[in-house]
């Protein structure tokens, strides 16, 4: 069966910064394009970043750009989001997702999605 589980959100300060991790299992790993997606409280989802199989291609969302990183290891299945400089607006639940194949990752159309891991940001 297919996991995706989210760790490393937690409450930092304007400014701050963290990483996120997600741990997939029961996929090939190496065969899915990665991303991360972000939903605040009763708002739609929103793309944030993907990486291609290999790590070789990124896409970023523009209110992103500059600040986020992603960032894979296939040896170890797992894939990352380090964000700085993160902003009150940045608050939400993250969430890893994956999909099958050599999608050009701007969208949210993938097969799988983790539970999230939660960003808070204070003022």
């Known amino acids: 069966q297919v996991q995706l589980v989210e760790s490393g959100g937690g409450l930092v300060q304007a400014g701050g910064s963290l990483r996120l991790s997600c741990a997939a299992s029961g996929i090939s790993f190496s065969s899915y394009t990665m991303a991360w997606s972000r939903q605040a409280p009763g708002k739609g989802r929103e793309f944030v970043a993907a990486?291609?199989?290999?790590?070789?291609?990124?896409w970023y969302a523009d209110f992103v750009k500059g600040r986020f990183t992603i960032s894979r290891d296939n040896g170890k299945n797992t894939v990352y989001l380090e964000m700085n400089s993160l902003k009150p607006e940045d608050t939400a639940g993250y969430h890893c997702?994956?999909?099958?194949?050599?999608?050009?990752?701007?969208?949210?159309?993938?097969?799988?999605w983790g539970q999230g891991t939660q960003v808070t940001v204070s003022s």
């Open positions: 997702a994956a999909r099958r194949g050599a999608y050009s990752g701007m969208g949210l159309n993938y097969d799988y």
């Open positions: 990486i291609s199989w290999s790590g070789g291609s990124t």
